[in-house]
T-cell receptor, first 115, second 114 residues
Framework: NAGVTQTPKFQVLKTGQSMTLQCAQDMNHEYMSWYRQDPGMGLRLIHY???????DQGEVPNGYNVSRSTTEDFPLRLLSAAPSQTSVYFCASSVQDRGTGNTIYFGEGSWLTVV | KQEVTQIPAALSVPEGENLVLNCSFTDSAIYNLQWFRQDPGKGLTSLLLIQSSQREQTSGRLNASLDKSSGRSTLYIAASQPGDSATYLCAVRPGTGANSKLTFGKGITLSVRP
């Protein structure tokens, strides 16, 4: 049981380049989300999805796109990378967005540097 | 807007000490509160989840308490070990129960000295 898998682990991008961070979960979770973690800022929600075909914006969505074509996968796309997007990105999933005792599971993170 | 505060930001204790990590939140209308552990270079691992109707949860040497009315939770670690060194974060889910509205504290970085 792999849980939440993120790739790549590390990536360096040049300003203006685009890339996709991959996230996959094998727990049949409906809810998936992307966070970024920055020093002094804590974890901030970028986008989330409550099921295949449904996505919504979180607290800091600008500069990022997501899609959810399958239950398992929730890729995060950086359209035109900027140095301000240098961060650690975490994908997370849970059985549902709402409901009793919904533990949220995190991937191991993707370290992105934009130069 | 919910705000979650964890003070101090860092803590260093000798091995064997019992310790308490604090988490405070401004809006008491919560669904549940969760404590996580984050090791360097890793993701967050859930330690304990306390529903709003509960007062505490225990797992091994860890005990988490919740006082909703005062907006406080504590994570008690008994007989601390060097392997407990990590960052501990608390997260609050609002009364609607939505994961998408989780609010995280910034974490307490714990160092347990041998």
């Amino acid at each position: 049981n792999a849980g939440v898998t993120q790739t790549p682990k590390f990536q360096v991008l040049k300003t203006g380049q685009s890339m996709t961070l991959q996230c996959a979960q094998d727990m049949n979770h409906e809810y998936m989300s992307w966070y970024r973690q920055d020093p002094g800022m804590g974890l901030r929600l970028i986008h989330y999805s409550v099921g295949a075909g449904i996505t919504d914006q979180g607290e800091v969505p600008n500069g990022y796109n997501v899609s959810r074509s399958t239950t398992e996968d929730f890729p995060l796309r950086l359209l035109s990378a900027a140095p301000s997007q240098t961060s650690v990105y975490f994908c997370a999933s849970s059985v549902q967005d709402r409901g009793t005792g919904n533990t949220i599971y995190f991937g191991e993170g993707s370290w992105l540097t934009v130069v | 807007k919910q705000e979650v505060t964890q003070i101090p930001a860092a803590l260093s204790v000798p091995e064997g000490e019992n310790l308490v990590l604090n988490c405070s939140f401004t809006d008491s209308a919560i669904y549940n509160l969760q404590w996580f552990r984050q090791d360097p270079g890793k993701g967050l691992t859930s330690l304990l989840l306390i529903q709003s109707s509960q007062r505490e949860q225990t797992s091994g040497r860890l005990n988490a308490s919740l006082d909703k009315s005062s907006g406080r939770s504590t994570l008690y670690i008994a007989a601390s070990q060097p392997g407990d060194s990590a960052t501990y974060l608390c997260a609050v889910r609002p009364g609607t129960g939505a994961n998408s509205k989780l609010t995280f504290g910034k974490g307490i970085t714990l160092s347990v000295r041998p």
